[in-house]
């Protein structure tokens, strides 16, 4: 814990937001000197991004540079190179293969928009982005080595040494598991892992998500301990359902009368459903949710509210897909994310 709130206030982690997914037609990657620039040769369906209408709401889609940012790369930001880049395969596969960017290129190309967050993100938390990712699938990647059964963890290693295990379940059940290169139509900055990164909806970062990526082994969850394992954290790390408020905050001066209310709900595979808000011991009440997320997304949500004078307490929770409503117990980040309502306190004038 020590070591990542020091990461955390070290990196200055900004404002995220989480992922829809919508898959992509054809597109060509082009390497060009040291980047890889994107050209679509066709429109991809992707659905039109939700507005914020109800105030201070994050955006449905976090730009690359405010995207959170968690790493052990402090003040030494791996600066690679299109043209030295490969990607080892091998371990528990039917053929050992070292793959080049112009092998990556080779594959079809997709685009999903999806949900990234940190284990260590409070409730009502930042550490939490949603962008439009661009690459290939990790199935497809896997599929040119071929996995062998007895594989359990698929272990990432960055270029800086740092280490992943993801499981191999999470990559093969047909869910967008990728490789990115771009990152809302942009090529990745070095922050978020140039020229690639591991990107698996549904999963806590630290076992989804490295940069700088170099290497794959494919393993067991006995035969290899990655970095946060050795440090306590749990080893699968699914994302959990989750809620916040984002207007209005505490410290905001609230005037009589109809106020909104909103903020951001993910109910990560299985999808948001509902949305309910509770005014301080009144019934909950369901709010809107926005279309246009999906399980592999965050929703936006909305109401109003007639506030009257006094000291309040709004408190918000999920309900996903499959009727599972937001674990209220308050449990701390570690070992595997923190549980409890998010909540705020406001004093109406």
């Not at 060009?32 to 991004?49: E, Q, R, Y």
């Not at 930042?126 to 661009?134: E, S």
């Not at 999808?271 to 929703?299: L, M, S």
């Not at 929770?317 to 308050?330: F, S, Y």
């Amino acid at each position: 814990m020590d070591r990542r709130r020091f990461l955390t206030q070290a990196l200055g982690m900004a404002v995220g937001g989480v992922v829809w997914s919508a898959c992509g037609g054809s597109k060509q990657l082009l390497q060009s000197g040291d980047t890889v620039a994107s050209l679509a040769n066709n429109t991809l369906v992707i659905p039109d991004a939700p507005v914020a209408a109800a105030g201070e709401i994050a955006s449905f889609i976090t730009p690359q540079s405010t995207f959170f940012r968690i790493d052990t790369a402090i003040g030494s930001t791996p600066q690679l190179k299109v043209a030295n880049w490969e990607l080892r395969i091998h371990g528990l596969v039917d053929k050992e293969i070292t793959l080049t960017m112009k092998d990556i290129m080779a594959l079809p190309q997709v685009e999903h928009v999806i949900t990234l967050g940190c284990v260590s993100n409070e409730i009502g938390g930042d550490l939490i982005g949603n962008a439009r990712w661009g690459g290939v699938l990790l199935s497809d990647v896997l599929k040119l080595a071929g996995v062998q059964k007895t594989a359990t963890q698929l272990a990432s290693t960055s270029s800086d040494g740092w280490t992943c295990g993801t499981p191999v379940d999470a990559v093969l059940d047909g869910r967008p598991a990728m490789l990115a290169t771009s990152m809302n139509g942009e090529t990745l900055t070095a922050e978020h892992g140039f020229p690639i990164r591991m990107i698996v909806p549904g999963l806590f970062g630290y076992v989804s998500a490295t940069k700088w990526l170099t290497d794959l082994e494919l393993t067991t969850w006995e035969d290899f301990e990655p970095y946060w394992l050795k440090r306590g954290w749990s080893a699968e790390g699914p994302m959990l359902a989750s809620s916040r408020i984002d207007t209005p905050r505490i410290g905001d001066e609230i005037v009589a009368g109809e106020v909104p209310i909103g903020g951001l709900a993910w109910a990560p595979r299985s999808g948001v459903a509902k949305v309910e808000v509770q005014i301080d011991e009144e019934p909950w009440r369901a709010a809107e949710v926005v279309p246009g997320g999906t399980g592999d997304t965050w929703a936006q949500w909305r109401t109003k509210w007639n506030a009257p004078v006094g000291d309040h307490r709004i408190a918000v929770r999920v309900t996903d897909a499959d009727g599972v409503v937001q674990d209220e117990e308050v449990r701390p980040v570690a070992p595997s994310g923190a549980t409890g309502y998010h909540f705020v306190k406001v004093t109406v004038v």
